[in-house]
């Protein structure tokens, strides 16, 4: 399915490779949701076609059928593994992009989440960028450009994805996605609520947001706990929801210290939920919920 927001982008990128001045290292940022991937992969499929048009692939080629098997051998995808991507898996790009390409044509390399490079990553990275070879591109996505070193950044053409809700709001709609209280929140990471669909997460979703909403006035967690266990990246979420449900109380007239140390207790429980091994994650929210309550009355 299209991505209407980022139509626009793609016809300066493909008019830019038109015109041969297409950068070799793209880095494309944004937050999680905006449809970094699903853009960079559509750029690398165009690389690599025998006969695109417009930077798009025609699905026909050899390349191209490669490219739906997987198997293209002039693509090289680098994702994270555990915590960092490291200096090996930096090192094995240079590799690669030195080798003849196998189908004569461009190489890419795909290097997803780069602000989670090391620093010798991120040195090594920067030789490879420093000295550009011919039909070789790197297609860089991130989450944190404050992240990436200065040097890395003004050796790249940098693209900040950034998504308009007039256009999501129709997508999510062509989805068939309940119109939940809290959907408009990610009205500008409309990826991410697909992907919540597609697992099967919406009713935990709006759950969690039903907790927040009464967390002062719960005192049984367990169904909250069971909810983040299974995915915890949904902690966020939930600190999320918290947040905006005390910025509505401090509309309705909450006294501003305490909506200050209702956020700090917020903030030191998303500090814990991610810092601290073997966490209680039942005691660090009833604690949580004293806070909020004691906040609040």
């Not at 790009?93 to 290097?111: E, W, Y």
């Amino acid at each position: 399915m299209p991505l209407p927001w980022l139509e626009g982008l793609y016809q300066q990128l493909a008019q830019s490779f038109a015109q041969q001045r297409f950068h070799h290292a793209q880095l494309f940022n944004g937050d999680k949701g905006v449809g970094k991937q699903r853009l960079v992969d559509s750029l690398a499929d165009g690389l690599l076609c025998a006969s695109p048009v417009n930077l798009k692939a025609c699905g026909n080629c050899k390349s191209c059928q490669l490219n739906q098997a997987g198997t293209h051998p002039d693509k090289r995808v680098v994702k994270v593994e555990g915590q960092t991507i490291g200096v090996d898996e930096i090192r094995e790009i240079s590799d690669f992009i030195n080798h003849s390409a196998a189908q004569n044509g461009n190489k890419v390399v795909v290097l997803e989440q780069c602000h989670k490079m090391t620093t010798a990553a991120a040195n090594a990275l920067l030789k490879t960028l420093e000295e550009p070879s011919l039909r070789r591109y790197l297609l860089l996505t991130c989450e944190q450009t404050a992240l990436l070193p200065a040097t890395i950044l003004s050796r790249c053409a940098v693209h900040e994805i950034k998504v308009n809700p007039e256009y999501t709001t129709q997508w999510l709609a062509s989805l068939n996605i309940a119109n939940y209280s809290w959907l408009e929140l990610f009205a500008r990471q409309p990826l991410l609520v697909q992907q919540w669909q597609n697992d099967n997460q919406l009713e935990a979703i709006d759950s969690l947001f039903k907790f927040a909403t009464n967390l002062k006035d719960s005192h049984n967690f367990s169904a909250l706990v069971d909810i983040l266990n299974k995915d915890h990246s949904l902690v966020n979420v939930f600190a999320l929801f918290l947040t905006e449900h005390l910025k509505t109380q401090l509309v309705l007239g909450m006294d501003f210290f305490n909506y200050q140390k209702a956020q700090s207790a917020i903030s030191e429980f998303l500090y814990n939920s991610s810092h601290v091994l073997g966490l209680n994650l039942e005691l660090a929210i009833s604690q949580l919920a004293f806070t909020l309550r004691e906040s609040q009355n």
